[in-house]
């Protein structure tokens, strides 16, 4: 079993920048990536990125180059760096972790990330 906690969400104008944190308890060892995914109203959950336990990063077109997926593996936490943020990154934010051994995802309750003017 995996626990993950999210935290970090709020209202930034657009242009301005966020920071998500995701602590990860429980069995760590079992965890092969970790990443981001997001869920706009009407929405489906979308990718949003991914770094492996490797430190291998992928990314969604739309965010590359605006935001950076990174952890700490001493905190077992993963960031996603959120910069030059715009309407249309509004959405709830749900961190992913994937153990592959018996593969299963596992989520956290979801953040909530609003830009607006």
């Known amino acids: 079993q995996v626990q993950l906690v999210e935290s970090g969400g709020g209202l930034v104008q657009p242009g301005g920048s966020l920071r998500l944190s995701c602590a990860a308890s429980?069995?760590?060892?079992?965890?092969?990536?970790m990443g981001w995914y997001r869920q706009a109203p009407g929405e489906p959950r979308d990718f949003v990125a991914t770094i492996t336990s490797g430190g291998n990063t992928n990314y969604a077109h739309s965010v590359k180059g605006r935001f950076t997926i990174s952890r700490d593996s001493a905190k077992n936490t993963v960031y996603l760096q959120m910069n030059s943020l715009k309407p249309e990154d509004t959405a709830v934010y749900y961190c992913?972790?994937?153990?592959?051994?018996?593969?299963?995802?596992?989520w956290g309750q979801g953040t909530q990330v609003t830009v607006s003017s």
């Open positions: 992913n972790a994937f153990t592959a051994t018996i593969p299963y995802d596992y």
């Open positions: 429980g069995s760590i060892s079992e965890i092969n990536a």
